[in-house]
């Protein structure tokens, strides 16, 4: 652990999406595009098998908060609560240390 | 959000594997099976595209430290790191609040 490390903050998003996703990937990319442009944002992992996982990075809860009433960033949620989305489920959690292996 | 909600911890793995996996499926198998035995041992989550993705959540510190050090899976860390990763990153998060949707 390094010791200069300063906490940060990371929203898991885990989700089940219906059977038709159109317009799904396009706004995936406009949100990722958008939410990179944000004050505080550090970055994204995002995979999808059965269920999705997106984390993103965010140095504050205050560019958390931001983000989510991000006013395009709203319609993409009412759209993927209307649409896309059969369930999700977001988690606000403060990073507290972390550690990495490179080969 | 519930007015009962009691934080928890998320340990956030992103890895990168090599192309030869050969063991490693039947080993993470084995090792979500050991991890669900563990005492504090609460959820996990996975997905993998080009980055891989395994969320797992705990009651404490406490249990992950446990988890961490339990021996059959730090043979399963030292396989990982000499044959099965090209770079991984272990976050340890608190969980602070969370919410969720159903359709």
Chains 1, 2 share one sequence.
Request: aromatic fraction near 14%.
């Amino acid at each position: 652990m390094k010791e200069d490390f300063k906490p940060y903050y990371a929203v898991i998003f885990t989700s089940t999406q219906n059977e038709n996703v159109e317009g799904y990937s396009d706004m995936a990319e406009k949100m990722e595009t958008l939410a990179k442009q944000q004050k505080g944002y550090l970055g994204m992992d995002s995979a999808r098998n059965t269920v999705g996982i997106t984390i993103s990075y965010w140095e504050s809860l205050e560019a958390i908060k931001t983000w989510k009433q991000q006013t395009d960033h709203l319609v993409a949620q009412q759209k993927g609560r209307q649409d896309w989305y059969s369930w999700y489920k977001v988690k606000i959690c403060k990073v507290e240390r972390e550690y990495e292996f490179n080969k």
